[in-house]
DNA sequence: TTGAAAGCGATACCAC
DNA sequence: GTGGTATCGCTTTCAA
């Protein structure tokens, strides 16, 4: 039914050596049996087996990508990409949804090995590092994306979450708020907390203090963040600027405004993290923190792929800055 | 380096086809060899190469979805469908966004093909629908979510857009607004004919038209959709009952209403499809007409695996009901 | 219950 | 330039 080398090879009254070669571009075949294999494979629809190839020792040409859920915007213009780069560099990629679960993750990482994807990117929390080791040892490629694992040595791509966070503050003191407060991610999260260190360092800078009660964590359920800033906009000294940990957050923030009838940003200024499509789409829309997604995609797979070729020595770590994206969520502090 | 099936077998002073036994739970095999191997398994951390494996005849356990973009969040959504469901059954999936480009789409299907993929699912658009022919010759499953082609005789997943167009229509009608318009995807887009046509169906029913100036089309984009709508709303007679093919675009219009000083839902209705997370964090929320996203990226997933199990013979059709999701973009018609 | 051996579809080295 | 053949890691009869 379906054509293999060993069809070609008959039908053109060669080897299958021969035809492999053409295959692959590679000895030296003359012209005219060239274009007669390649005739007779084009005819056939003959598509070579990958996986024959691979079993013999080539790349598979796959990559695997873990995030939490790939349904959350940010990582899915985190695998477009992820994947829009690894096209253009012939390879393709399996994604992963682990909802941050570590059982998970360490399913899919026994899966992909199986299938023997070339390396792996992982944009997911991993709360026991030892799941990775395994891979490390087999020495297959990774690179963790926006996530720290400071006891591994592994590729790294990440942003300056901690400028992140200073980016914000600044942003809101020069609006002139100072009674501020923060919605962070769960505290485990590392680059939630990276965020508002930085936030905080920022401040205090500025000669202010965060109260450890104006920071609050919730899930990055759209739902559970408008609770939190429920409470946190009921307080007698409701702060008048508010940083969240990401866009979802951020929108929460903006519905729990709107529901205790308070305007933004002339109430309270709200700025969020990210800067997914869900920024542009709010009303207002959000002020935010872009991460640059595309390029913490495009590098995690440049990295990969450079290890592929050259078996790389040092692990690599790039740094990207995020930036302050300005719409209409924050605006000068109003006296009340 | 890495654990092949023959060290197994070494270290346990066994033969590889006693090894492969206990690996697939086939044959009869003691239950102290078994255990023995197990441990050996494990201690060696080996992980059985797929690739051997598939090369032998099984399957790949890996499907491939092809969509226009998976960074759109309504892709985004059913991927992770997908995903689910395949995962629970044992497979991965391979995500390609094609842009909608036929040339793309060829591309990685030859891709996916090469790479043995059991099946895939196509949620693109083609033009050319002789690109799948290939596929079909080959006999690889073949399911279609939410597109049709209806030359082709393949396994199909769709929902019910006429049903959706005319939810909305009933649904503003019910409201008392009679002075309608529409913003389509662009008009080579089945499922958006299909959604205007049950609009209009609808409205005829009710003995109102839609006069062919009030169909306006557009690209999924913000922007675009921003600029069409803000002509249709400055006609001297405004409709008061917008109806858009998908949540981008009704957010689009929420912006152009904005932009034009108009209140929604007071001065337009708003009514969006898809029911993506977009639609629950615009303000208002968008009243909107829901795909089963979930049900259908299931199906999808079902049928092919159902098809590789028994060889199936008919083509399958599954067409899921939309449903209407009413939030605060449409209200009642307000007499000016 | 267990093992020997024939594929699966390609690659690559070595002859000719 | 071209062909023969061992090999990759596993599955699967068929014998023993």
Chains 1, 2 share one sequence.
Do not use: W
């Not at 994604?95 to 941050?100: E, G, L, P, R, V």
């Amino acid at each position: 039914m379906k054509a293999t080398i060993y069809d070609i090879a008959r039908e053109a009254g060669v080897s299958i050596a021969t035809v492999s070669q053409v295959i692959n571009g590679k000895g030296k075949i003359s012209e005219k049996r060239r274009a007669e294999i390649m005739e007779i494979m084009e005819r056939l629809h003959y598509q070579p087996s990958a996986i024959a190839a691979a079993l013999t020792g080539k790349q598979t040409y796959t990559l695997g990508l873990l995030v939490p859920d790939i349904s959350n915007p940010y990582f899915a213009e985190l695998a477009r990409a992820v994947e829009d780069r690894s096209r253009k560099l012939g390879y393709s990629v399996v994604i992963c949804s682990t909802d941050n679960k570590d059982e998970r993750v360490e399913r899919y990482l026994n899966l992909l090995q199986q299938k023997r994807v070339d390396g792996m990117m992982i944009g997911t929390g991993i709360d026991n590092a030892d799941i990775l080791a395994p891979l490390l040892q087999q020495s297959i490629p990774v690179a963790l994306i926006a996530r720290q694992m400071p006891t591994l040595s592994v590729h790294t791509v990440a942003i300056d979450d901690r400028l992140g966070g200073a980016l914000a503050a600044q942003h809101l003191l020069e609006l002139g708020h100072t009674h501020l407060a923060v919605l962070s991610e769960p505290f485990k999260v590392s680059s939630s907390q990276e965020r508002i260190r930085g936030f905080r360092e920022q401040l205090q800078q500025a000669g202010h203090t965060l109260a450890p009660e104006r920071i609050r964590a919730s899930s990055a359920d759209l739902h559970a963040a408008k609770q939190e800033v429920l409470q946190l906009l009921s307080d007698i000294e409701r702060p008048t600027g508010l940083f969240c940990c990401n866009d979802i957050q951020a929108i929460g923030a903006l519905q729990a405004a709107k529901e205790l009838g308070l305007r933004v940003p002339e109430d309270v200024s709200i700025i969020g993290f990210d800067n997914t499509i869900l920024a542009s789409v709010t009303s207002p829309p959000l002020t935010t923190i872009a991460q640059p997604i595309e390029e913490l995609g495009r590098h995690a797979v440049d990295i990969l792929i450079e290890e592929l070729k050259d078996h790389n020595k040092q692990p690599q770590q790039k740094v990207l800055k995020p930036e302050l994206v300005i719409r209409e969520s924050t605006g000068p502090r109003v006296e009340r």
